[in-house]
């Protein structure tokens, strides 16, 4: 309590409202509600602990950890994992080596929609090895970090999203070997969004967007309302010569709300009144497409 005070004290916060942002939040977790109403409590739960976060409750470091922590679990449990994994690496980025950490990290890595009390006792061993893999990967120890996914592709060759994850480890800087990682998870899993996607990325990184084509196609047939999906999508079908088609992707992803940053150019592109005639809007629009797909950034053709 001497700390949640001093902490209101410091940023000119009620203790009440700190008390209402934080502890609630906390509760919500810990305290599992009745399951037809659990997904909207863990909802507002995240929306509680990442309020404290914009408050300035993470600046405090026993209230900060703390909120953090269970905002991670929390995007984990919704599937947010790589949201959940980039809060985890905060913890490693400062040396943070706990075993709640590090079994939170591991959950996230393996893609499991679960809060650590919900994880299989018989899956702990393994969700440690991925924990302390993704922690090695985040403290850019990559020696370790290989040799930590090497034992644990070896061990559970055959457990979802092990290869994803080993596959995603590579990716910086073993590009033809992650690819076969992501071609044996879905051996596994035929219908893994993120690893269609993964390869349509990396195939066209590497200049083949033909190659990048059927994984994006696919990604978005499963995943329809995946932003990055559609993006993929985007990206090799302009690069294949289909602006039209490009265009369409990037308007459909925005349309979802996961691509609103661009939104702005795609409705300047139809209303500019310079920009009337159908060329000129296709122009513009083909422009709000490029930005949207990285190819270009805003500006930089003014």
């Not at 990442?50 to 269970?70: E, M």
């Not at 995603?168 to 044996?184: D, P, S, T």
């Not at 289909?242 to 349309?255: N, V």
Request: glycine share 8%; hydrophobic share 40%; net charge negative.
């Amino acid at each position: 309590m001497a700390v949640a005070q001093e902490t209101a004290k410091l940023y000119g916060l009620s203790y009440e409202l700190l008390l209402t942002v934080y502890d609630k939040a906390i509760i919500q977790v810990e305290n599992r509600p009745p399951k037809d109403d659990l997904q909207d409590k863990y909802d507002r739960a995240l929306q509680h602990l990442l309020q404290s976060r914009v408050l300035g409750i993470g600046d405090v470091p026993d209230l900060g950890d703390s909120a953090r922590y269970h905002a991670a679990i929390l995007m984990t449990r919704m599937e947010q994992y790589e949201q959940a994994l980039e809060t985890l690496g905060e913890f490693a980025g400062e040396g943070n080596d706990n075993p709640r950490v590090i079994e939170a990290l591991g959950i996230a890595t393996l893609r499991m929609p679960m809060l650590p009390t919900e994880t299989p006792p018989d899956r702990r061993e393994m969700i440690l090895m991925a924990g302390r893999a993704s922690y090695m990967m985040a403290t850019r120890n990559t020696a370790a970090a290989e040799r930590a996914f090497d034992q644990l592709v070896s061990r559970y060759p055959e457990t979802p999203n092990v290869h994803y994850a080993y596959g995603v480890f590579l990716l910086q800087e073993k590009g033809e070997k992650a690819i076969e990682e992501f071609k044996r998870e879905l051996e596994l899993q035929p219908q893994h969004p993120v690893s269609l996607m993964q390869l349509a990325y990396e195939y066209r990184k590497r200049g083949e967007p033909q190659a990048a084509l059927p994984f994006a196609k696919q990604a978005v047939e499963i995943a329809p309302k995946a932003f990055p999906a559609r993006k993929a999508l985007g990206q090799a079908l302009l690069e294949t010569g289909d602006i039209e088609g490009a265009i369409r992707e990037l308007e459909l992803g925005i349309g979802d709300g996961r691509g609103g940053a661009h939104r702005d150019d795609l409705q300047a592109a139809r209303a500019g009144p310079l920009h009337r005639g159908r060329w000129g809007v296709r122009l513009l629009e083909l422009a709000a497409v490029l930005a949207g797909l990285g190819v270009l950034r805003p500006g930089l053709g003014d």
